[in-house]
């Protein structure tokens, strides 16, 4: 490899001043600055390739179960035209805005969460904006709210590799990102756009969650493979990544997410996830 083509990875250089690779003359810094009051430790960012994998119900059981252990936990929802958090957790109405910042909205639990459906005048008012203002509410989201002492912050993205993925991990420390798939022959090829883009933005990947595993029946408590046998495996042995959790289909879940209650769902299918990330450096 010629000096002039060597990755900054791999001279460690701080991307702005660097003679010796790519960035030398074309780096431009993206990153959005943090609110002056907002203090947040820990960003992860919850993704998958296509949309309804079950990603925003990932994110508000991660959420849930990682307040519930005592981390201040927050959910910066950056679904802007499909956001769902906020029913998941029962919230309606408007943030408030002060003249310093917009203030997160809390569950009952105390999950500090902001989502343009708490923006809105109406929830179902649909957000029809063009690619540049949802990539930059992204961005808003992280700077203009005032996020105090968060431990943990779940980022639920969009579905795919667009704007406001990239917007998000150019733009927002990201500390690791979960991948969410479904039991599907396409699980590989989307899983593996997921981890490239992962691999160009350099953000480690903690692992992946299957949703839709199975169907547990309450009447014999035998497992019914209802997406037929599960593609997680090869996909995990393909892309040398780790299978985090794999989660039921449960009638009882998406009750508790229709009507506002994901707080009170009991489930310890995920203590494995909380720990990684409790242990995370
Ligand atoms: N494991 C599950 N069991 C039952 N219903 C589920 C499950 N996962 C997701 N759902 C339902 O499917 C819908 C889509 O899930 P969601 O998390 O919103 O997907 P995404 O955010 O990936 O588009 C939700 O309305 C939810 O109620
Ligand atoms: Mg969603």
């Excluded at 309450?218 to 497992?223: E, I, M, T």
Aim: proline share 6%; hydrophobic share 40%; aromatic share 6%.
């Amino acid at each position: 490899m010629s000096e002039q083509n060597r990755q900054c990875s791999d001279t460690g250089c701080d991307k702005t001043s660097c003679e010796n690779c790519d960035h030398a003359n074309t780096a431009t810094n993206f990153s959005a600055p943090l609110h002056e009051m907002s203090t947040v430790k820990k960003v992860i960012g919850i993704v998958s390739g296509k949309g309804g994998v079950g990603k925003s119900i990932v994110t508000s059981l991660l959420a849930a179960a990682m307040q519930k252990a005592g981390k201040k936990t927050a959910v910066l929802d950056a679904d802007i035209t499909g956001p769902s958090i906020p029913k998941a957790f029962g919230l309606h109405g408007k943030a408030n805005a002060t003249e310093i910042g917009l203030l997160p909205m809390q569950t009952t639990s105390g999950i500090e969460i902001i989502s343009t459906n708490l923006l809105l005048n109406n929830e179902t008012d649909p957000v029809v904006w063009r690619g540049p203002i949802i990539a930059g509410t992204v961005k808003q989201f992280w700077s203009d709210v005032i996020w105090t002492d968060i431990e943990y912050m779940f980022i639920d993205m969009p579905p795919g590799t667009g704007d406001v993925p990239l917007t998000v991990f150019q733009s927002l420390p990201v500390d690791a990102i979960i991948i969410v798939t479904s039991p599907q022959e396409l699980v590989s090829m989307i899983v593996g756009k997921a981890v490239k883009m992962a691999a160009m933005m350099q953000i480690p990947i903690l692992g992946l969650i299957e949703n839709y595993s199975y169907f547990q029946c309450p009447d014999n408590g035998k497992k019914y493979h209802i997406f037929g046998p599960s593609h997680l495996q090869a996909a995990a042995d393909a892309y040398g990544l780790k299978i985090l959790a794999e989660l039921p289909i449960d009638p009882d879940l998406a009750a508790a997410c229709d009507s506002g209650n994901i707080e009170n769902y009991q489930t310890n299918i995920l203590d494995n996830v909380i720990n990684l990330l409790k242990n995370m450096k």
